[in-house]
C-alpha cells in the first residue's frame, strides 16, 4: 500500500461508490455567507487559525499548518496576504492538509495558490466518517477558487486538501462556507462552581454575556458536568433548570446568569452563537462577616497548544498566606478522544510531563501537584498539546480560594 493511499485509508471509510463532488461556482454562495481568513502574523502556527469558527487545520500524515505571506503575481499591487501552508520536514508530496468543521455544512469554497498549472486533489468526508467524493482541479496563476457541495444535499465535516506529487505545500488563503442552521461560533468556560467553600464562604459563578457587534446575536449557554454530560445548575430568576440557556441580545446588550441553591455544583459552559460574543465567568466569595472577594475570566476558544507561566511564589511580605498553588481546567471540546500531553518546565529547566486521555466533552480540573511529579521549582511554564481542541486556563489559589484565572496563551497568536 503507497503512502498516498494509507492516508486516505487512514482517514476515511471509504465508500464503495467514488461519488463526485458537485462543482459550485461563487454565485452559488449568496445566502447566510461568512468568509474565514487566518488573521495571524507570519510564522504563526495556523492549526487554530479559523478556532473561533469551529474550524481546526492539522497535517497528515507529517508537518504542521504555518502561516506564510503570499504575494499576488503581477499585475495585482503587491500586497502580502497571510496563507496557511501545509509544511513538513519530511516528503512533502505524502502530506495533505484537513480541515475539520465542528458544525457540519452542505457548501464550501477554498481560496488556493500554488504552483501554476498544478493538479490537485480534494476529497469531502460526512459527520460519520464516509467519503462523501471527490473533486479536482488545477491551480491558475493567481487565487483558484475551488467550491463543492456534496451529493444529495449531505453534511461536510472533513476536508482533505491534496497537491498530489508536487513538493510544494498546499496553500489556503481563505475559505468560505454558507452559514448553517446550528450556531457556528463557540468558546469555553473552562470551570465553573457554585457551593460552600473553605470555612463559612460561599462560592457563586455569575456568567456575562455581552453583544459587542452592531447587529442581533442569538444563542445558548450549555452546561455540563467534568464527564461531559449536560447537567442543569439552578439559577437565580429561573423558574425552570435546564441544561441549556437559550439567548438574543440585540445590539450593545448584555445578559447575566448566576447560579443559586445550596448544593454543591461543578462542570464548565459551552457559549455557542451565530456571531462571536463576549463571554465572562465572576466567581465570588462571600462569608458572614461581610468578607467578599471576586475574580473574573474570559471565555476561552479551543486550541491544539497552548501554554502558560505558572506561579507558586508567595509575595515577599510578611502578612501573606503561604499556601500559594496553581491548579488548571481544561476541556475537550472535540467530538472524540483527546490524547492531551500536559508539560511543565521550571525556572531551573526541570521538566516534568504527563499524557492523559480525555473523553469528548470531558473536563479536568486538578492542582498541578496533584498529575505531576513533585519537586519542581515555584515558577516556571505550563504547555499543553492536544490532538482534539481543547479549553484550558491556569488558576492560582491562596490557601485553596482563586485570586486568579488566566487563559494558556494559544501558540498561534
Same mark, same amino acid.
Given at each position: 500500500?503507497?503512502?498516498?493511499?494509507l492516508?486516505?485509508? +487512514?482517514?476515511?471509510?471509504?465508500s464503495a461508490?467514488?461519488?463526485?463532488?458537485?462543482?459550485?461556482?461563487?454565485?452559488?454562495?449568496? %445566502?447566510?455567507?461568512?468568509?474565514?481568513?487566518?488573521?495571524?502574523?507570519?510564522?504563526?502556527?495556523a492549526?487554530?487559525?479559523?478556532? @473561533?469558527?469551529?474550524?481546526?487545520?492539522?497535517?497528515?500524515?507529517?508537518?504542521?499548518?504555518?502561516?506564510?505571506?503570499?504575494?499576488?503575481?503581477?499585475? $495585482?499591487?503587491?500586497?502580502?496576504?497571510?496563507?496557511?501552508?501545509?509544511?513538513?520536514?519530511?516528503?512533502?508530496?505524502?502530506?495533505? +492538509?484537513?480541515?475539520d468543521?465542528?458544525?457540519?455544512?452542505?457548501?464550501?469554497? /477554498?481560496?488556493?495558490?500554488?504552483? %501554476?498549472?498544478?493538479?490537485?486533489?480534494? @476529497?469531502?468526508?460526512?459527520p460519520?466518517?464516509?467519503?462523501l467524493?471527490?473533486?479536482?482541479?488545477?491551480?491558475?496563476?493567481?487565487?483558484?477558487?475551488?467550491?463543492?457541495?456534496?451529493?444529495?444535499?449531505?453534511l461536510?465535516?472533513?476536508?482533505?486538501?491534496?497537491?498530489?506529487?508536487?513538493?510544494? #505545500?498546499?496553500?489556503?488563503?481563505? &475559505?468560505?462556507?454558507?452559514?448553517?442552521?446550528?450556531?457556528?461560533?463557540?468558546?469555553?468556560?473552562p470551570?465553573?462552581?457554585?457551593?460552600?467553600?473553605?470555612?463559612?464562604?460561599?462560592?457563586?459563578?455569575s456568567? =456575562?454575556?455581552v453583544?459587542?457587534?452592531?447587529?442581533?446575536? =442569538?444563542?445558548?449557554?450549555?452546561?455540563?458536568?467534568?464527564?461531559?454530560?449536560?447537567?442543569? #445548575?439552578?439559577?437565580?430568576?429561573?423558574?425552570? @433548570?435546564?441544561h441549556?440557556?437559550?439567548?438574543?441580545?440585540?445590539?450593545?446588550?448584555s445578559r447575566?446568569?448566576?447560579?443559586?441553591?445550596?448544593?454543591?455544583?461543578?462542570?464548565?459552559?459551552?457559549?455557542?452563537?451565530?456571531?462571536?460574543?463576549?463571554?465572562?465567568?465572576?466567581?465570588?466569595?462571600?462569608?458572614?462577616?461581610?468578607?467578599?472577594?471576586?475574580? !473574573?475570566?474570559?471565555?476561552?476558544?479551543?486550541?491544539?497548544?497552548?501554554?502558560?507561566?505558572?506561579?507558586?511564589?508567595?509575595?515577599?511580605?510578611?502578612?501573606e498566606?503561604?499556601g500559594?498553588?496553581? *491548579?488548571?481546567?481544561?476541556?475537550?471540546?472535540?467530538?472524540?478522544?483527546?490524547?492531551?500531553?500536559?508539560?511543565?518546565?521550571d525556572?531551573?529547566?526541570?521538566?516534568? $510531563?504527563?499524557?492523559?486521555?480525555?473523553?469528548?466533552?470531558?473536563?479536568? *480540573?486538578?492542582?498541578?501537584?496533584?498529575? /505531576? $511529579?513533585?519537586? &519542581?521549582?515555584?515558577?516556571?511554564?505550563?504547555?499543553?498539546?492536544?490532538?482534539?481542541?481543547? !479549553?484550558?486556563?491556569?488558576?492560582?489559589?491562596?490557601?485553596?480560594? #482563586?485570586?486568579?484565572?488566566?487563559?494558556?496563551?494559544?501558540?498561534?497568536?
Open positions: 500500500m503507497t503512502m498516498r493511499m492516508i486516505l485509508v +487512514l482517514l476515511f471509510t471509504v461508490v467514488h461519488a463526485e463532488l458537485r462543482k459550485l461556482s461563487e454565485s452559488d454562495f449568496h %445566502t447566510n455567507v461568512r468568509t474565514h481568513v487566518p488573521g495571524l502574523v507570519v510564522g504563526a502556527d492549526s487554530s487559525a479559523f478556532g @473561533r469558527y469551529g474550524v481546526f487545520l492539522s497535517s497528515y500524515p507529517s508537518g504542521s499548518p504555518v502561516i506564510r505571506g503570499w504575494v499576488a503575481p503581477k499585475p $495585482e499591487p503587491p500586497l502580502i496576504e497571510p496563507t496557511v501552508a501545509n509544511e513538513t520536514t519530511a516528503n512533502q508530496a505524502d502530506s495533505v +492538509l484537513v480541515i468543521l465542528r458544525s457540519p455544512v452542505s457548501k464550501i469554497s /477554498l481560496l488556493l495558490v500554488g504552483p %501554476t498549472g498544478q493538479e490537485i486533489s480534494i @476529497r469531502a468526508g460526512d460519520a466518517g464516509n467519503t467524493g471527490t473533486v479536482t482541479e488545477k491551480l491558475g496563476k493567481s487565487r483558484t477558487f475551488v467550491g463543492f457541495g456534496a451529493p444529495g444535499n449531505q461536510i465535516s472533513k476536508v482533505i486538501i491534496d497537491y498530489r506529487s508536487a513538493q510544494a #505545500p498546499e496553500q489556503l488563503l481563505a &475559505f468560505v462556507v454558507e452559514k448553517p442552521a446550528s450556531p457556528q461560533f463557540e468558546t469555553a468556560l470551570q465553573i462552581a457554585h457551593g460552600r467553600s473553605r470555612g463559612d464562604l460561599f462560592l457563586r459563578t456568567i =456575562t454575556i453583544n459587542v457587534l452592531n447587529t442581533t446575536v =442569538t444563542g445558548e449557554i450549555r452546561f455540563f458536568g467534568p464527564n461531559g454530560l449536560p447537567f442543569a #445548575p439552578e439559577l437565580e430568576g429561573s423558574a425552570s @433548570r435546564d441549556i440557556v437559550p439567548f438574543t441580545l440585540d445590539e450593545g446588550q447575566l446568569l448566576t447560579t443559586s441553591g445550596t448544593s454543591g455544583i461543578a462542570g464548565y459552559a459551552r457559549v455557542v452563537s451565530d456571531a462571536p460574543i463576549q463571554a465572562i465567568a465572576h466567581f465570588s466569595l462571600a462569608g458572614s462577616a461581610d468578607e467578599r472577594t471576586e475574580i !473574573a475570566m474570559t471565555s476561552v476558544a479551543g486550541q491544539f497548544g497552548a501554554v502558560g507561566a505558572y506561579n507558586r511564589q508567595p509575595l515577599a511580605s510578611s502578612t498566606p503561604s500559594v498553588d496553581t *491548579a488548571f481546567a481544561i476541556v475537550n471540546l472535540g467530538s472524540e478522544r483527546a490524547l492531551v500531553r500536559l508539560r511543565l518546565v525556572e531551573n529547566d526541570l521538566v516534568r $510531563e504527563m499524557p492523559f486521555f480525555l473523553g469528548p466533552g470531558a473536563q479536568m *480540573a486538578r492542582f498541578v501537584d496533584e498529575v /505531576l $511529579e513533585a519537586g &519542581f521549582a515555584p515558577r516556571g511554564t505550563m504547555s499543553i498539546l492536544s490532538d482534539q481542541p481543547v !479549553a484550558s486556563v491556569l488558576i492560582k489559589t491562596v490557601d485553596g480560594l #482563586p485570586v486568579s484565572i488566566l487563559p494558556l496563551g494559544s501558540v498561534e497568536d
